[in-house]
C-alpha cells in the first residue's frame, strides 16, 4: 500500500526487485566457487604429495631390506 | 607422476644454465626450443640482455623501473588536479589550465595508474620476481619464458595506456571504477577513443599479471631449495602466493565485464545500459567482485615486506609465524564475501546490505592480528631504527589509521552518509599509500644492498623519510575533516557550490594541496640517492643487514643463476634471531 | 658450479600451471553466466526473447553438445591407450580432435543461421549475451583445439612431452565441461 512512497529511496526500492532472487542466488555461487576450486586444488596436491611420501617409504624399505 | 617428473625446468639435470623447455610453456610454438637454448654462457648483447632476457632478477628490475616511471605520470596528475581544487581557474604550472574534461581524465589516471601500473607491478610483479627465487633457493622461475611475455605484456599495456592521453578526446575520463553509464557512452565521458584504449590497457595488463601468478605458484611449489619445508618459507614469500592465487581467483568477472563494457562502448550493444534491457549495478559487481579481493591483493605482500623487515631490525624470531600464515589465508577467504559493501547505496537489497557489514567487519579482525603480531615481535627486541625500519614502523601507524577508518565505512547505516565524500578518498588513501609507497619504500631500502651491491645514503632516507610521513599526513588528515563536513568527490570546481565553501573548507583544501606537493617534491631526494647510490654508493657485503634469508647467502648483486657454490640446502626457520646457544645473533637458514 | 639433484616435485609444473590457470577461466565463464542469470532474471516481461527475434535452438544443439562430451570421453580412451604405449593412441586422439572440430563448425552454422534469422550482438539482450558466452566458449574451444592438433602430430611422430598432452587435455576438458553448464543455462 505504501508501496508508491517506498520507491523514492534508491535502497528501499529493491526489495521488490524481480531479479533479487537470481542477485543473492549468484551472490553466492560466485563467492563460494573460488574457494571450492582453491580448496580442491588444494585437496589435490595434498593428497598427491601423500601418495608420494608412501611411495618414497616403501621404496626406502626395499632399499633397507635388500641391504 | 614420477615419468613426468622430468619436465621441471630443472630436470635435465645440466644445472642451471639450460631452462628445458617445460612443454607446458610453450603450448603454441612461439620462440621453439632452440632459441631458448642460446641464452646461457657466452654474454649476450647488453640489449638482448636487459629486453630480452628470461633472467628473474632482470625481469624484477624491469618491472620495478616500469613501475617508478609510472608513478611519476600518476604523481604529476594528482599535482595538477589537486592544483585546480585549491586554486580554480588558475594555470597550473607545467601544465596550463584544467578543463572539466582535463580534470576527469587526470583523475581517472591517477587512480588507476597508481593502482593498476605501480602498486601490483613493484609490490607483486617485481618484488616477486626478484625475491622469489633468491628467497627460496632456486636459480630462476620455472617457466622463464611465461615470465618474459609477461613482462611484455605489461609492458605493451602500459604503452597503450601513455598513447592514450595523445588520443583525440584525451586519456579515458570515466573514473578508474569505470561506473556506467558515464564510462560506457563517448557524450558523457566525452573520450571516444580513450575509453577502450584504456578498457585494453588494463585487460592486458591482467593477462600479464595472470601469467605471473601461475608462474609464482608453481615456483615456490616445486622449486623450494631441499630440506625447505611449508613453515621454513618466509612469510613475504607466502604472501605474494595468497595474494597471487587471491587474484587469479577473482579476476575472471572483471575480464567478463571489460569485454562486455568494451562491447558496449564501441559496438553499441546494451549489456549495462538500461534503455536496452541492461543493468548498470551489474557492472559494480563485476568490477568490486574482483575490486576488493585486489585491496588484498596488494596488501598481503605490504605486510609480508614489513615482517621481513621487522623481525631483521629488532632481532627477534617472527611472533607467531603460524597464526600470520592462517591469518593471511582467512584474509584471502574472507575477502571474497565482501565486495557489495561499495554498492551500499547502489539499490541493494537492504538485507543483503546488513550481510555484506557484518563480513567487512569481520574481516578487520585477522588484519588487525597481524599488526598486533607485528607489535608483539617488536616488544624485547632489540630495535635498529634504520631507514628501512623507519618506513616499516610507519607502515603500521599509518596502515592501523586506514583501517580504523574503514570500519566507519564498512557499516552500512554510517556509508549512506560518508558515500561519496572525501572521507572515503582519505580512508582509502590511508590505507593504499602506505601499502604503494611506504611499504615499497621499506623494501628497496632493504634489499638495495642485495639488488645493487651498494647502500643507500642512510642520512637522506632518514630526511626523506620524515618529510615524506609528516606531508602524507598533511595530505589527508585534512581531507578526513572535509569529509566528515560533507565535502562530496568528483567535483571539478567548489566555487560552483556555496554550501561546500563555507568556513575554512577551502583553506583545508589548499593544506591538503600544499602538502601534497611538498611530498611529490621530497621524492627527488629518494630518486637522487637511488641512482646515485646505484653507481657511487658505499659497497656492500653479501648479508649487511646480518639476516637470515637466502637471498643473503648469495653474493650482491646475485649472479646469473643466483648462487655460486651451488644451491643451498636448508636446515631451520627464516627466523632464528638470538638463538642462546650462537655466539651471533642470527642464523641463516642455510648454516649447518 | 656444483649440481645438485633438484627438489622432486610433487605435482609437475605443466599440471599445477594448468590449474590454476583453468580456476581463473572458470571464474571469467561464472562472470558471464552471472550476469546473464541475473539480466535475465531482471527483464521485462514478454523481452526476453524479444519479439520477433528467433529462439535459440536448443533440441538441435543436443547433437552438437554431444559430440563435444564424446570427444571429451574418447580423449580420456586417448590418455589412458598413451599411458600404455598402445600404438593406436595417436589415432584416438585425432578422433578426439575430429569429434570436436565436428562441435565447433555445427556451432559455426547455427550461428550462421541465427545471424541470418535477424538476432545479432546489438539485437537484444539475450543476443548480446548469446553472441559474447557462446563466444567466448568457442575462442577457447579453437585455440584447444590448435593445441590438440599440436599434440597428435607430436604424439604420432613420438616427440610429445607428458607435459604438453597433460595441459592440452585439461584445457580441453575444460572447454568440454564448461559446455553442458553454459548450454543448460543459456539455451533454456
Known amino acids: 500500500m505504501n508501496s508508491l512512497l517506498t520507491i523514492a529511496c534508491a535502497v528501499c526500492g529493491a526489495g521488490e526487485d524481480p531479479a533479487k532472487g537470481s542477485y543473492v542466488g549468484m551472490t553466492l555461487i560466485i563467492s563460494a566457487l573460488p574457494l571450492a576450486m582453491l580448496g580442491g586444488i588444494i585437496w589435490y596436491v595434498v593428497r598427491a604429495a601423500k601418495k608420494a611420501e608412501l611411495a618414497e617409504n616403501a621404496q626406502q624399505a626395499k632399499t633397507d631390506g635388500r641391504a | 607422476m614420477s615419468s613426468t617428473a622430468t619436465d621441471t625446468a630443472h630436470g635435465d639435470g645440466h644445472g642451471h644454465d639450460a631452462h628445458a623447455p617445460s612443454g607446458w610453456d610453450d603450448p603454441h610454438g612461439h620462440g621453439g626450443h632452440g632459441a631458448h637454448d642460446a641464452h646461457g654462457h657466452a654474454e649476450p648483447h647488453w640489449l638482448i640482455k636487459y629486453f630480452w632476457s628470461t633472467d628473474h632478477k632482470i625481469i624484477g628490475m624491469q618491472y620495478l623501473f616500469t613501475g617508478m616511471f609510472m608513478a611519476l605520470i600518476g604523481g604529476f596528475a594528482v599535482y595538477v588536479f589537486r592544483m585546480q581544487l585549491a586554486f580554480p581557474g588558475m594555470s597550473v604550472p607545467f601544465y596550463g589550465r584544467v578543463t572539466a574534461t582535463d580534470y576527469n581524465a587526470l583523475v581517472t589516471t591517477h587512480g588507476s595508474v597508481m593502482i593498476f601500473w605501480v602498486a601490483m607491478p613493484v609490490l607483486i610483479a617485481a618484488l616477486g620476481n626478484y625475491l622469489i627465487p633468491l628467497m627460496i633457493g632456486c636459480d630462476d622461475m620455472v617457466f622463464p619464458r611465461l615470465n618474459r611475455l609477461s613482462y611484455q605484456l605489461f609492458l605493451i599495456s602500459a604503452i597503450v595506456l601513455i598513447y592514450s592521453f595523445f588520443v583525440d578526446g584525451g586519456a579515458f575520463g570515466g573514473a578508474w571504477t569505470a561506473y556506467p553509464p558515464l564510462s ?358 653479501q648479508n649487511p643487514w646480518k639476516a637470515n634469508t637466502l637471498e643473503w647467502q648469495c653474493p650482491s648483486p646475485p649472479p646469473h643463476g643466483n648462487f655460486p657454490d651451488g644451491l643451498p640446502t636448508v636446515h631451520r626457520g627464516p627466523y632464528e634471531f638470538s638463538h642462546p646457544d650462537r655466539q651471533e645473533d642470527y642464523w641463516p637458514q642455510n648454516a649447518s | 658450479m656444483s649440481v645438485q ?119 537484444s539482450p539475450l543476443g548480446g549475451f548469446f553472441y559474447l558466452i557462446v563466444g567466448g566458449h568457442a575462442l577457447h574451444a579453437v585455440i584447444a583445439l590448435v593445441a590438440l592438433f599440436m599434440a597428435w602430430v607430436k604424439m604420432a611422430r613420438g616427440t610429445l612431452s607428458p607435459g604438453f598432452f597433460f595441459g592440452t587435455q585439461t584445457f580441453w576438458y575444460f572447454v568440454v565441461l564448461m559446455w553442458p553448464v553454459i548450454y543448460a543455462r543459456v539455451y533454456f
Open chain 2, 184 to 541: 560506457a557512452k563517448a557524450e558523457y565521458n566525452l573520450t571516444p577513443t580513450g575509453a577502450p584504449l584504456w578498457l585494453f590497457a588494463v585487460a592486458l595488463e591482467f593477462a600479464a599479471f595472470l601469467l605471473g601468478g601461475i608462474n609464482f605458484v608453481t615456483t615456490v611449489m616445486n622449486s623450494r631449495a631441499k630440506g625447505m619445508k611449508m613453515f621454513d618459507v618466509p612469510i613475504v614469500v607466502w604472501m605474494i602466493i595468497i595474494a597471487s592465487i587471491l587474484f587469479m581467483a577473482s579476476v575472471g568477472p572483471l575480464i567478463a565485464g571489460a569485454v562486455m563494457l568494451m562491447f558496449d562502448q564501441t559496438i553499441g550493444t546494451g549489456f549495462f545500459d538500461p534503455n536496452k534491457g541492461g543493468d548498470p549495478v551489474l557492472w559494480q559487481h563485476l568490477f568490486w567482485f574482483f575490486g576488493h579481493p585486489e585491496v588484498y591483493v596488494v596488501l598481503l605482500p605490504a605486510m609480508g615486506i614489513v615482517a621481513e623487515v621487522i623481525t631483521t631490525f629488532s632481532r627477534k624470531k617472527l611472533f607467531a609465524y603460524k597464526s600470520v600464515l592462517y591469518t593471511a589465508v582467512g584474509t584471502g577467504g574472507l575477502s571474497f564475501f565482501v565486495w557489495a559493501h561499495h554498492q551500499f547505496i547502489a539499490g541493494i537489497d537492504p538485507r543483503m546490505a546488513n550481510i555484506f557489514s557484518v563480513t567487512t567487519l569481520l574481516i578487520s579482525i585477522p588484519v588487525a592480528e597481524m599488526v598486533f603480531v607485528y607489535i608483539a615481535t617488536l616488544f624485547g627486541g632489540s630495535i635498529r631504527l634504520t631507514t628501512p625500519m623507519l618506513w616499516a614502523l610507519a607502515f603500521i601507524a599509518e596502515f592501523l589509521l586506514g583501517g580504523v577508518t574503514g570500519i566507519f565505512l564498512g557499516a552500512s547505516g554510517a556509508d549512506i552518509y560518508f558515500h561519496d565524500t572525501y572521507f572515503v578518498i582519505a580512508h582509502f588513501h590511508y590505507t593504499f599509500f602506505p601499502i604503494a609507497f611506504i611499504a615499497s619504500f621499506a623494501a628497496l631500502t632493504y634489499w638495495f644492498p642485495k639488488m645493487f651491491g651498494r647502500y643507500m645514503n642512510d642520512t637522506w632516507g632518514k630526511v626523506h623519510f620524515w618529510i615524506s610521513i609528516i606531508s602524507f599526513n598533511c595530505i589527508f588528515i585534512p581531507l578526513f575533516l572535509l569529509g566528515a563536513r560533507g565535502d562530496h568527490r568528483r567535483i571539478y570546481d567548489y566555487t560552483h557550490f556555496p554550501d561546500l565553501m563555507k568556513s575554512g573548507m577551502q583553506d583545508l583544501r589548499i593544506l591538503a594541496t600544499l602538502s601534497l606537493v611538498v611530498l611529490l617534491v621530497t621524492q627527488v631526494i629518494f630518486l637522487v640517492n637511488f641512482f646515485y647510490s646505484m653507481v657511487k654508493g658505499k659497497k656492500a657485503e
Open chain 3, 5 to 123: 639433484e633438484p627438489r622432486k616435485p610433487v605435482l609437475p609444473n605443466a599440471v599445477l600451471g594448468t590449474l590454476f590457470f583453468v580456476v581463473a577461466e572458470v571464474m571469467l565463464f561464472s562472470g558471464m553466466i552471472s550476469a546473464f542469470t541475473i539480466s535475465k532474471a531482471g527483464a521485462l516481461p514478454g523481452t526476453w526473447p524479444m519479439p520477433g527475434q528467433p529462439r535459440l535452438p536448443a533440441e538441435a544443439t543436443a547433437l552438437n553438445t554431444a559430440l563435444l562430451i564424446l570427444s571429451g570421453i574418447v580423449l580420456i580412451v586417448a590418455h589412458r591407450l598413451y599411458k600404455s604405449k598402445n600404438p593406436v593412441a595417436h589415432w584416438v586422439t585425432l578422433a578426439s580432435w575430429a569429434l570436436g572440430t565436428g562441435f565447433v563448425a555445427l556451432q559455426g552454422v547455427e550461428w550462421w543461421t541465427l545471424l541470418n534469422a535477424g538476432m545479432t550482438l546489438k539485437s
